[in-house]
């Protein structure tokens, strides 16, 4: 017959309820013992800390709580941005099935290797999608939502940058002829300054005609409406001027009609650029007025100015097409 003594009587009624018997209560015992150095007190304070630790590190949300709050930190970014943050990761949780519920803390490396590669096909948009989805993280991370940010080790897909073919002189008056002739010739203007002031397509979009200055010969980009953030007065060249002179509106009208993506889209298609064999090349017009800007000008310092870039890297290594460019007196008459 076993005798017990009191001090282990009562160790099994302390155990009573628990689902843990003694020899397993020992190891956890022991363990703690251990690391508390077998002082009691300090062991019982190991404890209390593992247990605010374990408590810390088992707090997260799920994805899709995670981009609600990610979006919301990011709420002075530029429209366009926050459209293409909330469209990257939209399509996340639409192609990867489960995505939304998933808890933060739970997703490892290779699986957003796998999300990436699944919701998206080529490598500027997976380069694109790898940006947005690390930037999730990083507002779970400030959160205690998850430890790590796992998209930091995903490899940066490389992104081969496509020769952007500038338009002939031909084309160059068919897009043109084409703006005069559609809806009224409400889309010429911004047409003309992208082509002659390499203004960009959303730069555009953002422009009143109050920033139109035809006595002084510029057109002002406003920090808040440029890619770069940067402020630039870009120069009015003469055919630009001419174009310009045609109209008559209102300050605070804007340069582009209502639904200007849709039309822009039209107005190239019935010009005769198509997705088949004709196909049109994002930011054509401004590689081609960078091109026509250098080799008229002669200049990296004042087409940087101009175009607004910070330096000149990108319009010596790839931006301009010096093979493309015929008669840059017939361009800029």
């Given at each position: 017959?076993?005798?017990y003594t009191s001090e282990e009587v009562a160790a099994l009624e302390i ?251 039209d107005l190239r298609h019935r010009a005769g650029w198509n997705n088949g ?51 840059t007196k017939r361009f800029w008459l």
């Amino acid at each position: 017959m076993n005798t017990y003594t009191s001090e282990e009587v009562a160790a099994l009624e302390i155990l009573r309820g628990t689902g843990v018997n003694i020899v397993e209560a020992a190891l956890v015992a022991r363990a703690a013992l251990e690391a508390g150095r077998y002082k009691v007190k300090r062991t019982l304070k190991c404890v209390a800390l593992g247990a605010e630790e374990l408590k810390r590190q088992e707090k997260t949300v799920s994805f899709e709580k995670a981009v609600e709050e990610a979006l919301a930190a990011r709420k002075d970014l530029r429209a366009r941005t926050k459209c293409d943050y909330r469209y990257v990761l939209k399509r996340f949780m639409r192609r990867c099935e489960g995505l939304a519920q998933r808890s933060m803390r739970s997703i490892r490396t290779e699986e957003c290797a796998a999300y990436i590669e699944q919701a998206f096909t080529t490598p500027s948009q997976r380069a694109k999608a790898r940006r947005v989805l690390s930037a999730v993280f990083g507002t779970a991370v400030k959160r205690g939502w998850c430890s790590e940010n796992p998209v930091q080790k995903v490899d940066v897909p490389v992104v081969k940058e496509q020769r952007i073919r500038i338009l002939t002189p031909e084309e160059i008056e068919q897009l043109l002829s084409t703006a005069r002739s559609y809806e009224g010739g409400s889309c010429l203007a911004a047409v003309g300054m992208m082509l002659y002031a390499g203004i960009r397509p959303h730069e555009v979009a953002r422009l009143t005609w109050e920033q139109v200055d035809l006595k002084g010969g510029t057109i002002s980009i406003l920090p808040q409406h440029s890619k770069t953030g940067g402020a630039r007065l870009v120069t009015i060249h003469k055919p630009l001027a001419r174009l310009l002179a045609q109209f008559r509106k209102a300050k605070e009208a804007r340069i582009c009609p209502t639904r200007w993506v849709k039309h822009w889209h039209d107005l190239r298609h019935r010009a005769g650029w198509n997705n088949g064999t004709h196909r049109w090349q994002q930011d054509a017009l401004r590689h081609t007025f960078a091109s026509y800007h250098l080799r008229h000008f002669r200049s990296y310092n004042e087409l940087q100015y101009e175009i607004g870039h910070r330096d000149t890297y990108l319009l010596r290594t790839r931006y301009v097409d010096m093979s493309g460019v015929r008669s840059t007196k017939r361009f800029w008459l």
